[in-house]
Antibody
Framework: QVQLQESGPGLVKPSGTLSLTCIVS?????????WNWVRQSPGKGLEWIGE???????NYNPSLKSRVTMSVDKSKNQFSLNLRSVTAADTAVYYC?????????????????WGKGTTVTVSS | EIVLTQSPGTLSLSPGERGTLSCRAS???????LAWYQQKPGQAPRLLIY???SRATGIPDRFTGSGSGTDFILTISRLEPEDFAVYFC?????????FGQGTRLEIK
């Protein structure tokens, strides 16, 4: 069973860049899965940030698209999230999640495996 | 953007009772791509149902998903103590993917 583990700074300054990595264990990242980022805050609930395929193809939430970049590092079997120009509204628990592609072609799928989540606070 | 509205906000029931949770979409969910998740405090969401009615691997058969179009239901036939948690619906049929605000299932 694949496992996911988020890592990155727990504190980011306002106007800075939030950078997180998700390490994929017990399976290759180069499989038929979308690799997602989702965040959860008391104010906004669960919010989908975007997804990436191992080829580098991405889909982003339009509400965050101007500030988000996702990337894949196949050599390290991990994928990453960069969120620029953060404010206090970006304070949340950030999860990475796997979404299997069960219908081809399909841009989206349900998320069947989640990391434990990492708390990121935006504050000076 | 598809807005998912869950009801009730909180459901108070006793173990052994039947729980019925509702999720209504602001527009039809493409291909009934609707999932349900369970979340306990301090934990990540856990997939229960996908495709509106398919049970995920390892999920007990007391969990049943139904519905189509804009109206979906999660039924828990006989509540076990470990079922008391928050439940979210999630549509993955169109971008942006969205989640409901959650239903808290608490012990009466």
């Amino acid at each position: 069973q694949v496992q996911l583990q988020e890592s990155g700074p727990g504190l980011v300054k306002p106007s800075g860049t939030l950078s997180l990595t998700c390490i994929v264990s017990d399976d290759s990242i180069s499989t038929n899965n979308w690799w997602n980022w989702v965040r959860q805050s008391p104010g906004k609930g669960l919010e989908w940030i975007g997804e990436i395929f191992h080829t580098g193809s991405t889909n982003y939430n339009p509400s965050l698209k101007s500030r988000v970049t996702m990337s894949v590092d196949k050599s390290k079997n991990q994928f990453s999230l960069n969120l620029r120009s953060v404010t206090a509204a970006d304070t949340a628990v950030y999860y990475c999640a796997k979404a299997p592609i069960v219908v081809i072609p399909s841009a989206f799928s349900y998320m069947d495996v989640w990391g434990k989540g990492t708390t990121v606070t935006v504050s000076s | 953007e598809i807005v998912l509205t869950q009801s009730p906000g909180t459901l108070s029931l006793s173990p052994g009772e039947r729980g019925t949770l509702s999720c209504r979409a602001s527009q039809s969910v493409s291909r009934n791509y609707l999932a349900w998740y369970q979340q306990k405090p301090g934990q990540a969401p856990r997939l229960l149902i996908y495709g509106a009615s398919s049970r995920a691997t390892g999920i007990p058969d007391r969990f049943t998903g139904s519905g189509s179009g804009t109206d979906f239901i999660l039924t828990i036939s006989r509540l076990e103590p470990e079922d008391f948690a928050v439940y979210f619906c999630h549509q993955y049929g169109s971008s942006p993917l969205t989640f409901g605000q959650g239903t808290r299932l608490e012990i009466k």
